[in-house]
């Protein structure tokens, strides 16, 4: 069992960044590729980023590319979001999710908001 509980959500300008982390219980962290999702109002969940157990290899939505940034630090169980150059459009509730073969873990989701 793996629990995930995002933080550092917030309210933001527009151009402005947060850094979203999650924090993973459990032994097996660095055995499942992590990823970051988001749902805003309205709208269906959608993919925002991934990266494999190792941290070698990453994965974008083609709207957040070269301005948010993944990456993981498996000594400490935690997964990052860093974004940077934030739009309206990104506001939404991210959730973190972990996978590997056997199991599908979910957060419980952060508020993102950017005001214009």
């Known amino acids: 069992q793996v629990q995930l509980v995002e933080s550092g959500g917030g309210l933001v300008q527009a151009g402005g960044s947060l850094r979203l982390s999650c924090a993973a219980s459990?032994?097996?962290?660095?055995?499942?590729?992590m990823g970051w999702f988001r749902q805003a109002p309205g709208k269906e969940r959608e993919f925002v980023a991934a990266?494999?157990?190792?941290?070698?290899?990453?994965y974008y939505a083609d709207s957040v590319k070269g301005r948010f940034t993944i990456s993981r630090d498996n000594a400490k169980n935690t997964v990052y979001l860093q974004m940077n150059s934030l739009k309206s459009e990104d506001t939404a509730v991210y959730y973190c999710?972990?996978?590997?073969?056997?199991?599908?873990?979910w957060g419980q989701g952060t508020q993102v908001t950017v005001s214009s």
């Open positions: 999710r972990a996978r590997n073969y056997d199991y599908d873990y």
């Open positions: 990266i494999s157990w190792s941290g070698g290899s990453t």
């Open positions: 459990g032994r097996t962290f660095s055995s499942y590729a």
